[in-house]
């Protein structure tokens, strides 16, 4: 997989090369990936980054597999216009003092944004865990409807988890994903093999 990097600063140095105006969004990434330390879900240290020429974006990879969580409809806003995109999946294992440190994997965005649409399930319900400690998952619906109530009575939300019927599914189609970004091809069936002369 590579030696181990300074996340934050690889990124910045994408950024500076290939971002020209809004280049503020960075910090709302970095600070996204410095957040990440503490996630207990390992998969919640999985993100997808994209420098735009007018901006960046940090979402969580499982987040990007959700069809209509916010993560999905970022990192598919895109897909039509995606010349100046450069984009990596970026995992952190560990860190450096306070810098998150791992691995980037550097992606095709204009082929892999089309296997995101194509392959992304539906999520029904959301986990909520509160500051306060108060921790539990509601339908989608149920919490859109009841967004405010929800606030007044348990406070600010400190993680916001989009949860699949089946979280093995998101798996097998994250995973298939991984195989596909190592250049992996799926094997195609032969015809009748023809006899040789």
């Known amino acids: 997989?590579?030696?181990?990097?300074s996340?934050?600063?690889f990124l910045d140095e994408v950024v500076s090369r290939n971002t020209q105006h809004y280049r503020k969004d960075f910090e709302l990434d970095a600070q996204k990936l410095r957040d990440a330390l503490n996630s207990p879900y390992?998969?919640?240290?999985?993100?997808?980054?994209?420098?735009?020429p007018?901006?960046?974006?940090?979402?969580?990879?499982?987040?990007?597999f959700l069809r209509d969580s916010d993560g999905y409809k970022i990192w598919t806003h895109y897909a039509d216009m995606p010349d100046g995109i450069e984009a990596y999946r970026v995992t952190i294992t560990g860190r450096r003092g306070t810098a998150p440190m791992g691995h980037v994997v550097k992606l095709?965005?204009?082929?892999?944004v089309q296997r995101v649409i194509?392959?992304?399930?539906?999520?029904?319900?959301?986990?909520?865990t509160f500051y306060s400690g108060e921790k539990f998952r509601m339908p989608m619906e149920q919490y859109r409807k009841q967004r405010e109530e929800i606030f007044f009575e348990y406070g600010a939300i400190q993680n916001f988890r989009c949860c699949p019927k089946s979280e093995a599914e998101l798996y097998r189609v994250i995973s298939m994903e991984h195989r596909l970004q190592k250049c992996w091809q799926p094997k195609t069936k032969k015809g009748p093999d023809t006899?040789?002369?």
């Not at 390992?42 to 735009?52: T, V």
């Not at 974006?57 to 987040?63: G, H, S, T």
């Not at 095709?108 to 892999?112: H, I, K, L, P, V």
């Open 42 to 52: 390992m998969d919640e240290r999985i993100f997808y980054f994209m420098s735009r």
């Open 108 to 112: 095709n965005y204009r082929e892999q």
């Open 54 to 64: 007018n901006g960046t974006w940090c979402v969580l990879e499982r987040d990007v």
């Open 7 to 9: 996340l934050i600063a």
């Open 1 to 5: 997989m590579g030696k181990e990097i």
């Open 118 to 128: 194509k392959v992304a399930i539906p999520f029904d319900d959301v986990e909520l």
């Open 195 to 197: 006899p040789a002369r």
